[in-house]
């Protein structure tokens, strides 16, 4: 009995061993079996996920061929400057969502060809920086009227309100001037645009604008003041083929604390009362080595407070008359003797006139692709003003009968913040070599400005006129209608 119960036990524990030998055995070879299946959909997995990326790369390269050499992209028509500044994100990524006519290849080619093309014979063929910016639109709208050829390039920063830039990129686009969207930094556009088109002259506009901002973003200043001055001087200096002559906006600030008056291209500029300003005098420093080394031909135009239709809503005519319509406060400098401050207004249609003058009479680059120049090419620089500095206190009463309404006026002892007391232009220079010579009154201008600024803004037709002052009951329904549409507007 003893024997057969060991005998019993010890088969029945040797059929549990077998049993777990025999399950291990299965499930080793159910995991052994998929493992095998594992490696194998891995490696189709693989194999699946490699042909998928081939085929992405390759249409992706097929549809976008331009982002392989950067990407130029022609925008749509439809609202600044002065360009001049880095193309933000989402200008990037639009560019993605471009078709592929829109930038690079032969369409894009084409409609650069055609409208940098003359209509007469004899025209010139210009480059426009900063051409949805307000100088910028009204200098290309006249080259293209008498028959030159004009293309422009802007890259619709938001220093000021870019539904105003892309208004007058659509109204350059309605008179056949195309603007592309870019950035002056951009380097290798600018060579592929010389490329396509053969640009005899450039009218370099594109800039970061204004005194005080320079207190807040200094780098933009630097970055498209001088550093885009320089991208469009190499361009133009190792890359054209022939050279273009050049213009370019200087400014009157570069006269920061003189106090010789009237400014005369022959007084001192070494004293700016500002960042912009330096960046000014910079870019007149750079512009005479350009010359010098590469024989570019070049000339600098001192701009005096320029005002008009289409205008910057940062400049104090503008939005003295916002806040005039809107009934808001309106501050005033006064300098630190108690005088006000004065400037000399220059009206838009006379500053376009002295831009296409100087761009007549720029003369020949004479330099070449190879470094070596034949000789001396024109290095020039004139005042553009209108010779006459009114008190800002007068703009003012000007605009108040104009829009029919007083302003509301605080008035502030001018800080030190850049600005200076004065300014007047002296232009006999501009006025000998190419018959510069402003027309326009203040009054006259303010007028044509009020005109569109109320057109513009779709304001009460009555404030247009400013034949009269509303009367005590309509007051109050028209401050609150002006300044809904300001509101609207902005």
């Not at 605080?410 to 200076?420: A, Q």
Request: hydrophobic share 40%.
């Amino acid at each position: 009995m003893p024997s057969s119960g060991i005998t019993a036990v010890d088969a029945a524990a040797k059929g549990m061993k077998l049993e777990r030998y025999a399950s291990g055995g299965a499930l080793l070879l159910r995991r052994a079996t998929s493992a095998k299946l594992v490696s194998a959909s891995s490696h189709l997995l693989f194999r699946a996920t490699v042909l998928a990326t081939l085929a992405l790369v390759f249409l992706f390269t097929l549809h976008y061929p331009s982002l392989l050499s950067r990407s130029f992209h022609l925008s749509a028509g439809g609202s600044d400057g002065s360009a001049g500044g880095a193309h933000s994100s989402s200008a990037s990524h639009r560019s993605l969502l471009m078709s592929s006519a829109s930038y690079g290849g032969a369409v894009w080619e084409k409609e650069v060809r055609r409208s940098a093309r003359p209509s007469r014979d004899g025209g010139i063929s210009v480059l426009v920086t900063g051409a949805a910016g307000f100088v910028g639109t009204h200098c290309s709208l006249a080259l293209k009227a008498r028959g030159d050829g004009v293309l422009g390039l802007d890259n619709f920063n938001s220093y000021y309100d870019p539904s105003l830039k892309r208004a007058r990129q659509a109204l350059l686009a309605s008179r056949g001037v195309v603007v592309l969207d870019a950035d002056i930094n951009d380097g290798l556009l600018l060579e592929k645009l010389f490329d396509v088109a053969a640009f005899t002259h450039v009218l370099h506009l594109a800039a970061q604008a204004g005194v005080r901002y320079a207190m807040e973003a200094p780098q933009t200043y630097v970055a498209s003041n001088v550093a885009g001055l320089v991208s469009v001087f190499e361009v133009a200096a190792k890359h054209a083929d022939p050279q273009p002559a050049i213009v370019w906006a200087s400014s009157s600030s570069v006269y920061g604390l003189n106090t010789d008056a009237p400014f005369s291209e022959d007084h001192r500029t070494d004293r700016p009362a500002s960042l912009y300003a330096a960046t000014k005098k910079a870019g007149e420093a750079i512009a005479h080595t350009y010359n010098h080394i590469y024989g570019l031909s070049i000339t600098g135009l001192r701009f005096f407070t320029v005002y008009g239709p289409w205008g910057r809503p940062d400049m104090a005519y503008f939005f003295f008359a916002r806040n005039i319509v809107a009934g808001e406060p309106i501050t005033l400098f006064r300098a630190a003797d108690g005088s006000d401050a004065r400037r000399d207004f220059t009206y838009i249609d006379d500053v376009v006139k002295g831009c296409l003058g100087a761009l007549d009479t720029a003369g020949k680059s004479t330099g070449s692709r190879s470094g070596k120049k034949r000789g001396p090419a024109p290095l020039r620089v004139y005042n553009l003003g209108n010779t006459s500095p009114v008190p800002v206190t007068r703009m003012v009463a000007i605009l108040e009968k104009l829009l029919g309404k007083k302003a509301n006026k605080r008035i502030v002892t001018m800080p030190s913040n850049g600005d200076v007391p004065f300014t007047h232009a002296n232009v006999s220079h501009a006025a000998h070599d190419f018959g510069y010579r402003p027309t326009t009154s203040l009054e006259a201008g303010l007028r044509h400005f009020v005109d569109w600024f109320v057109n513009y803004y779709k304001l009460d037709t009555k404030i247009a006129k400013g034949a009269r002052s509303s009367t005590a009951a309509d007051k109050p329904a028209k401050k609150k209608k002006a300044a809904a549409a300001m509101s609207a507007s902005s």
